[in-house]
Every structure is written in C-alpha cells, then in structure tokens.
C-alpha cells in the first residue's frame, strides 16, 4: 500500500471488480494488483470435495451446479474471460436464490476464483517480471487456495474384541448382524396369548425378503410375500407409531437394477467391501469412475449411479471378530442379541470381568462402549487415552462422582449400597400413555415424511439431516418457498442446508448457555454465524437499527421457545434457575443412567454389591410428604411461590435434602409408589401416600441438624494448571473483548489513560457526542450531524440520524461513525515493540492483597490478560507481604464485628480492590435478590475493602470432597 495514509485510504476505497476487470487489459500498480488479490481471497469459497458432497444432492442437478453453469454460459454471452470482468459490469454481484423454485441466477465457485487469479498473474507478469516471479505466483497461490483436509474422526475400538477397530454401518457384515437381530426379536403376537417366537423357517423366510429391500412395511410381513399369520395377529414391533421394518439398506441400494443388479449378489463379501469402501473414502469422482467403469465393469450410466448410492454413515459398536461370532450364533437359531452374545462368551450389557477394583478408575477405562474412543496410548493422559465424553455437564459430573466416592472409599471403606437420583417421570397413567403415544405418531410422522423428502433431493436420510430439514422448515413453518436467515433476511433454500451456505447457530451461544436444545437452535448463513461470533443477536446487532429491523420481521417467524432468546435480556434470563431446564434435565438424565453403570463397576458381581436409581420425581414428593422443604430458613422466599410447600432452589443445601432422601429410600418403597403412580389417574400422589411413615421416628429432626453443620463447596475458577506446551495456544477465558481499538498517541485529562478511536453504529450516537469536539474527530461530519439534528432528542434525534443516512447529500449511507475516547486498553505490539492497535480487557482472573513494609495495605485486581502474560515480579514493594489470593468462587471464612465464624464465597471484585462476598449457600441470581427489598428476600451481598478484609479476620478455607472444612484460623 502507498505510504501516504490519505492516498492509502483511496486505494482501499476503489471498487475492487474495477481492478480486478482492468488487471486484464492494462498495467497495474503493484498496490492495485495486492488490492485485486486480497479481494480473491475473501471470495474464495470453500472446497469441496466427493466425500463431503456423498452428504449432500449430487452437485450435477443441484442448485449450486445449475448456477454455476449460468455463470459459465452468462461470462460466455457477455464475452468476459473472468468472474471479475463479468461482475463489474452488474449492479447485482451477490449470490441469490430467486424464482418459485429458488434456484440461483449464478454460483461462482473456486475454479472461477481460481482461474483469475491465473489470467491476472500472467497478464500482469508482463509488466512486473521482476515482481511477479513463479516462486511468488506459487506462495500466494498456496496462501489464496490451500485448504487443510478434514480431520477424520477416530474409530472407537469393538466392544468385545478391544484390539479392533469398529465396522462402518455400510459394512455388509454389520447389516447382515443388524437384519439378523432386528428379525429374531420379533414374536407373534395374539390377543388374550402368550405371545411365540418366529420358527426358524419363518425367521428365514423374512429375512429373503427383507434382504434386497430398504425397508418393508409390516402388513406386507403379515400377507401377500411374507407369513400366513391368522385373522388377529400381528408382530410384537409393529404399533401406530412403528409401521416397517428395516432391510439390508446397503444390499437393497447397490442391488438395483440402476447401479450392479443381480451382479451383487454373486459378488463375494471380500469383494463387496472392497467396492464400499471406494465408495466411502474416494474422494476424487474421476478416479471412483475410473475404477467402478474399470475394475468393476460398468458402463457410464451404472457407475454415475453407483457413485450416488445412499450408503449409511458412520460406525456400529463391534468390531470384524465379534460381528462374524455374534451372527454365526444368531443364524443357527432364532435368538436374540443378548444370547448370542452369551454365546460368544460375553455379556451384551454387564461387562464386569469380576475384577475387584479398590477405588474408580477414570470413567474412560470403563465405559468405553458408551464414549467416542480416546487414542488407546499409555503414555497419553486419561482423557485421551480412554476418551471423553463431549458433553461438559456429563464429563465434569462423572469426574466429581470419582473423586467423591474415592474419597468415601479412603474413609468409609466400599459402599454396600448406594443409590442415584435420574431425573424422569415415574409411570404414566392412561391419559398421559395415549397422549403421549399420540405425540410419538404425530413426530414419527412428520420424521417420515422429512425422510421422504431429502430422498427425493438425493441427500442421505439420516437423523442429523432429518433434524436440519426441521429446523430449515422453523423458518417460515407456512411458505417453504420464503425461508430466511434470521440474522439478515436473505433467503435460504433447502440446497443451501447441504451445501455448507447455511449451518446450524445457538441462538445464545453454546459456551455460554450450555444449552443444545433444539429451542436454541436456527439455520443461518454461515456467514452471519461467524459475524454473530459468541454473542446473543441482540448483543451483535441490537445496535444497529435496520438491521434490526428486518431481523426483528424474521423472527417473528419463528417459534415463541426461540423468540425470548433474541431479547436484550436473553443472557439474564439464561443465568437465572432454569433459564434452559429442559437441557439440564437432559444433561442430568443422561449423567444419572451413566453413573449407575460407572458405580455398579465396583462391584465383581450383582451379588457383591447394590447400585440402582430412583426417579426424582419420587424424592420432591417424599420431601413433601416428610415435611423437609421448611428446613431451610428461606422457604418462604421462593420464585414459585404459588406451588404446593415449594421446594427452596435459592439455598444449595436443597441438594443435601434430596441426597438424604435419595439414601433411605428402599427398593421396595420404590416398587409401591412407582406402581401406584402408574394406576393413578389423576396424578395426585401425595394424596394417596398420606401419613406415609418417616425412615425412623425423629428423620427430620436428625437431617435438620445435620443440614445446620453442612458447608457448599463451590469450583473454584482457578484457571488453567501449569503453562501449557509453547505449541498450543490455551487460556482461561477470555483475554479481551473483541473490539479493536486505534491508538491516537493523546492520554486524558488525568495524564494516563490514553485516548483512542473505533467505530460506532450511527444509531448509537447521542445528542452530546454531536457537541464534544473530541468526541467525533472528523469535524465535516460531526457538523454536517449536528446541522440536522440540532436541538433534537430520543425518537425525533434517532429519526433524524436515519433520514441523515438515507438522503444526506454527501454522507449519504454512512452506518458507523469514527469516535475518540479515555480508555484503559490492552496494546498489541509488532515485532519491533510498536503498538499499533489495543483491546479492553474482558474479564479479572484474581485478587490480591498485600501489606507493604510500612504496614500499609495495598489491593490489586489482576486481569485475564495479565495472568497469562509471562512471569513477572508483580509485587508492589520488593518486601511486600501477600496476604490473599483470590479467584472467582473461593471460600472464605470471615468474623464480623467480634461476631461468629461465617462462610462466604468470593461473587467478584472490582479494579478497585472491593470484594463481593455471599453466603456459601446463597443460590439463584444473587444480583437480582441483592436488589429486592428485604420483605421480598432477606438476601443481601457482603462488601469488604482493604482494611476491613483484615478486620474481619479473613482467610481462605477450603472444603474436601466428604465436606469436611479445613479453617487454619485467623492470621496475625
């Protein structure tokens, strides 16, 4: 770029198809030329590749091929050799979908990109041979194309046989096991009998005719081709909401009449794997055609169609050694799974090898069959190792469930017993079971029919695509033909879901929420998914007014579950008790049924010890019947307030009331009130158990007592442990908002705080920013704003910036505005120590309070950015003395005016050194309940500074896993 910044900023503000059209018939500078490039590379695009498009509707008839060919053929009318010459003579350069049938008018792709960037080089090589060498040509070639591969995931190990890998579900093995199952598990079924297992000739005579088909509906098993059953009868399996069965997809597909016909079956299994798996991994189409026409034998049509063939994505649990074994068993005879498993010397669900183990190992070790597979590698840490769960509620649940029965273990010695709590519901009565068994046709329906649909798009019918369909069809539920992007408005047609143009987006960011819901979920541009980054839409666009707007008429659109989370206070909402309850039930369900199985690895075997679950709907009527829910002192202040004996959620010790309960409920107490919730139709539990007799005469009295002495521990937000390797880039939260700041080189008025510059949306500006000559540097525009909006405020101020940017005859257009402020930053510098841009710190990593020589005090707030620079002495005074150290969530113990001992924990601290303290057991949003008047909630935060901290006899304290609290006193 030209040193002169005025003439820089001209160049930058050329019309880039201008250059990029003239780079071919003229000489260029060679600022003009890297102008020219850097615009290829924003519009570059992404390569695809055969694997990725087996995903999605062959590109040949899709919507992006069928534009990219009317791009072929409009550059040829037009006469342009490249994309840039046909673009800047149109006044419309964006891709749209226009039509009834929402087809592209155009669809560059990279070979377009591609293929100008060669014809600029040459022509423009002519002028600047000594520039534009080939070893240059070659490294911003590789700069503007090179893609990295996709990482290929890696396959869990079998389930039995831990040295092999797991079969893909293409397999022919896995679908020959798979059909073999799913047909010895069907039982003729009579009404007023007992129901019979199929004879083997009947069980063989099915699975020839499921063999070479997809999937077969269950009256065609019942007649026609399939068993003569009687006037009555029908299969176990078939029900409203279960209509088919399914067949060898992989045979019934690649045995068509289109693609190998009759040919496949005389096709050993060695020889057809060899041909599936050409077909999964190849990713270039011309040499899957060369093989398929070649060593195959096809023709043209029979290979294109080969090529096409819907395979399933994916791997089965079982490896090659076990998947021969289990179906040897399962053909002998009309088995099931779980004994044919038995047969080949496992167990399909307990696998227990009767090891003793005296303490839990890392869950990976033992659930293996229930999480993505680690590397299998000693040397590496457990995690990736034995792998992890993905889920962070589940993983951090299970890592906390070792540590604490490990801890119990080391005291107590191994439970004989022990229970876990699942978050369900107990028996349905008979309403609830026909309307809930309505709700499954209903969705089973719709499913079918999602199915249906992208076969007839070419894409794979698969649960995750069937999942996108539905939220695609959220868009605009009435008009398939109008669905768009919620975050700009332009239209997403169905190609676009498979094509990589639109992806999935949590409406409120997933790291910040946890919440996976198909409620925060909407199909957007991909594009406007990066421009959202990690922020709610009203956080990224809420200030810009048109913008707003046209975001504000699409999510009208959508569902009422969705339309909360696009409000200015969606985060607040979130962060408050059951802002996404739904998603923890989920989460805690999940977590409970895979607890259950990590505990019962204790035991050898079923007779040496007890693990089982109770639901946790049974535990809040229990602590309603046995009157628990008043023994915190804050019952009465509640958000439910209009419930039955509400149950406390702002005290954390409302946890220890449901393990209590959770502890002494007997199974056979369990098998009573589960079976007599089933028969109550009403559902009135706590009617029908009234008077129901305590665990021991004074229970309440004793957990009362009990819950007095308990202390909350809380996690502590410690940060990352130890530096990490120089080759990875890890951190522990956020160093810095995302706004980038210029530095100006000018501090304030108090001689420090330096004054920078970044812009601001139009809409934001205020009437006294329009009157403060530093606020707005440019004093054409700041007086050009002022003029139209003189002596205007709120709704008539706004009106006028939005009539300044639409019909200002100089300025008209502008959306943001160059402004000037004090700010304390964060500077980045080049290699040469030069700072040229700054951040504002986004979040405070710790506290620290230090006694000087003098007896002084001295606070401290260190940021994030700060505690992940390198180590530096950061005392105040070379003798200075710390005293505490502090992070978010640490507990201390604290004597108040001469008063009793209590338990607070760290809530946060300011930048000038002012802790915010709460009780360890306060919970709920404790800066909404600090607010409230004390009738409404006797909740308030504990403030102390400095010299209080130490009067109040301070110190850190810490809680053990068995809750024990470790207090070494006050210091001197």
Request: glycine fraction near 8%; charge should be positive.
């Amino acid at each position: 770029m030209p040193a002169d910044t005025d003439e820089a900023r001209l160049v930058a503000a050329r019309d880039p198809y201008s250059i990029r059209a003239r780079a071919l018939i003229e000489r260029l500078e060679p600022h003009e030329i890297g102008r020219a490039l850097f615009h290829l590379n924003q519009r570059r695009g992404f390569l695809s590749n055969r694997k990725a498009e087996r995903r999605s509707k062959d590109n040949e008839d899709g919507k992006i091929a069928s534009g990219a060919k009317a791009l072929d053929q409009a550059m040829a009318e037009a006469g342009t050799d490249t994309l840039g010459q046909f673009l800047a003579g149109r006044a419309e350069k964006r891709v749209r979908l226009n039509g009834e049938n929402q087809g592209y008018d155009f669809y560059p792709q990279r070979r377009h990109v591609a293929w100008e960037f060669q014809r600029i080089w040459e022509e423009q090589a002519k002028h600047h041979p000594a520039l534009l060498t080939e070893e240059a040509r070659a490294a911003l070639h590789r700069v503007l194309f090179f893609q990295r591969p996709l990482k290929e995931p890696v396959v869990g190990v079998c389930t039995f046989v831990h040295s092999e890998r797991r079969l893909p579900k293409a397999h022919p093995l896995f679908q020959e096991r798979r059909l073999y199952e799913e047909v010895n598990q069907l039982e003729i079924t009579t009404p007023g009998e007992a129901p019979r297992k199929l004879t083997l000739d009947q069980r063989n005579h099915l699975i020839l005719l499921l063999r070479n088909k997809k999937e077969v509906a269950f009256t065609t098993l019942i007649g026609g081709k399939g068993l003569k059953l009687q006037q009555g009868e029908s299969f176990n399996k078939a029900s409203e909401t279960r209509t088919v069965l399914r067949g060898n997809e992989v045979y019934a597909a690649l045995a068509h009449k289109d693609r190998f016909g009759d040919a496949w079956a005389h096709k050993s299994l060695e020889q057809q794997w060899t041909i599936i798996e050409r077909l999964l991994d190849e990713e270039d189409p011309g040499k899957l055609h060369t093989f398929l026409t070649g060593e195959c034998g096809l023709d043209e049509a029979a290979a294109f169609a080969v090529a096409k063939a819907p395979l399933p994505e994916g791997h089965g649990r079982l490896g090659e050694t076990a998947t021969r074994l289990i179906l040897e068993e399962l053909k002998k005879e009309v088995v099931t799974y779980d004994e044919a498993v038995r047969r080949g010397g496992w167990h399909h669900s307990d696998d227990r090898t009767g090891e003793i183990l005296d303490r839990l190992p890392y869950y990976g070790e033992l659930l293996a069959r229930d999480i993505p597979p680690g590397s299998q590698d000693p040397s590496d840490p457990p995690e990736k190792r034995w792998g992890k769960i993905t889920n962070p509620t589940v993983h951090i649940g299970l890592r906390q469930l070792e540590k604490l029965v490990n801890a119990i273990i080391a005291v107590h010695g191994r439970p004989d017993q022990i229970v876990v709590e699942l978050a369900r519901e107990l028996n349905l009565g008979e309403d609830d079971k026909k309307k809930h068994e309505a709700r499954i046709r209903r969705d089973t329906a719709a499913a079918i029919a999602r199915g249906e649909k992208l076969e007839q798009e070419g894409v794979p019918n698969t649960g995750a695509n069937r999942a996108l369909l539905k939220l695609w069809e959220e868009l605009n539920p009435a008009n398939p033909l109008d669905r768009r992007c919620p975050y700009c408005a332009d239209p997403i047609g169905m190609r676009a879901l498979f094509s990589g143009e639109a992806d999935v987006d949590h409406i409120i960011p997933y790291s910040r929420s946890l919440d996976d819901s198909a409620g925060n979920k909407v199909v957007a541009h991909r594009r406007c998914n990066r421009a959202k980054g990690n922020r709610t839409p009203h956080e990224r666009w809420g200030h810009d007014v048109d913008r707003w707007d046209r975001l504000a008429g699409q999510v009208a659109r959508l569902h009422k579950s969705k339309q909360w989370r696009f409000g200015p206070d969606a985060m607040e909402r979130v962060e408050k008790d059951g802002g996404f309850l739904a998603r923890q039930l989920t989460d805690t369900q999940y977590l409970s049924r895979l607890a259950g199985k990590y505990l019962r690895s204790l035991y050898p075997a079923k007779e040496d010890g007890s693990v089982y679950v109770i639901p946790g709907r049974m535990t809040a009527m229990l602590r309603r019947l046995w009157g628990l829910n008043s023994l915190l002192p804050d019952h009465n202040y509640v958000e439910n307030e209009h419930s039955n004996a509400p149950k406390n959620r702002l005290d954390h010790r409302h946890h220890a009331i449901d393990a209590a309960v959770t502890a002494v409920t007997t199974r056979s107490l369990l098998q009573r009130i589960a079976q007599t919730a089933g028969r109550a139709a009403d559902k009135d539990l706590d009617r029908l158990f009234e008077g129901l007799d305590q665990p021991w005469e004074g229970f309440r009295e004793d957990l009362g007592e009990a819950l007095a002495r308990v202390t909350v521990s809380h996690k502590a937000d410690h940060g990352r442990k130890g530096r990490p390797s120089r080759h990875r880039d890890v951190t522990a939260g956020r160093l810095h908002n995302d706004t980038a700041y210029g530095l100006t080189g000018d501090v304030a008025a108090d001689g420090k705080t330096p004054i920078v510059v970044h812009r601001v949306p139009l809409a934001s500006l205020k009437p006294g920013d329009l009157t403060n000559p530093d606020r707005i540097p440019d004093p054409a525009l700041r007086d050009a704003l002022y003029e139209w909006t003189r002596d205007l405020t709120g709704k008539p101020f706004e009106a006028a910036l939005q009539r300044f940017r639409d019909t200002h005859p100089v300025f008209r257009g502008i959306r943001h505005v160059r402004v000037r402020e004090p700010l304390n930053v964060i500077s980045i510098r080049d290699a040469s120590g030069r700072a040229y841009k700054a951040y504002k710190g986004d979040a405070n990593a710790r506290f620290e309070l230090w006694r000087l020589p003098d007896g002084g005090l001295k606070t401290r707030v260190v940021t994030m950015f700060e505690a992940h620079q390198q180590k530096q002495d950061d005392r105040p005074h070379p003798a200075a003395k710390r005293l505490l150290t502090l992070r978010q969530n640490d507990l201390l113990a604290v004597e108040r005016n001469g008063g009793p001992r209590e338990i607070l924990r760290v809530a946060g601290f300011n930048v000038q050194g002012r802790l915010t303290l709460a009780a360890a057991n306060e919970a709920g949003n404790l800066k909404e309940r600090d607010g409230l008047s004390n009738d409404r909630d006797p909740f308030k935060y504990v403030y102390l500074s400095g010299r209080s901290i130490v009067k109040a006899k301070a110190r850190q304290v810490r809680v053990d896993p068995l809750g024990r609290l470790f207090d070494p006193g006050p210091r001197n």
